[in-house]
């Protein structure tokens, strides 16, 4: 069974930088379109960040510029670098197949606060 596994949240002051990193098992992730999704409580998931199974990147609005994504299809495992952080980021973030969802993971918890 695929599993999706996100991991390198934490608390930062704003300005801050976070990497997040996506495994996967069970799946042919080198075929996938790959998103970073975030949550907060009571909201609906959203797509932040997408890269083709290509490499090529896109981004939302609100992180363009300060967010990096990036992946390694050698290692089953995609990136996500946070740079200025700002508060408005604070959520719970996963990673998805943006074409064919997965069963969701975790995710990995992104708190920004001074």
């Known amino acids: 069974q695929v599993q999706l596994v996100e991991s390198g949240g934490g608390s930062v002051q704003p300005g801050g930088s976070l990497r997040l990193s996506c495994t996967i098992s069970g799946g042919t992730f080198r075929l996938y379109d790959m998103g970073w999704f975030r949550q907060t409580p009571g909201k609906d998931r959203i797509l932040v960040a997408g890269?083709?199974?290509?490499?090529?990147?896109n981004y939302a609005a609100p992180v363009e510029g300060r967010f990096t994504v990036s992946r390694d299809n050698t290692k089953d495992t995609m990136w996500l670098q946070m740079d200025n952080l700002e508060r408005g980021d604070t959520a719970r973030y996963f990673c998805n197949n943006m074409r064919r969802p997965l069963p969701w993971g975790q995710g990995t918890q992104v708190t920004v606060s001074a």
């Open positions: 890269i083709t199974f290509g490499g090529t990147p």
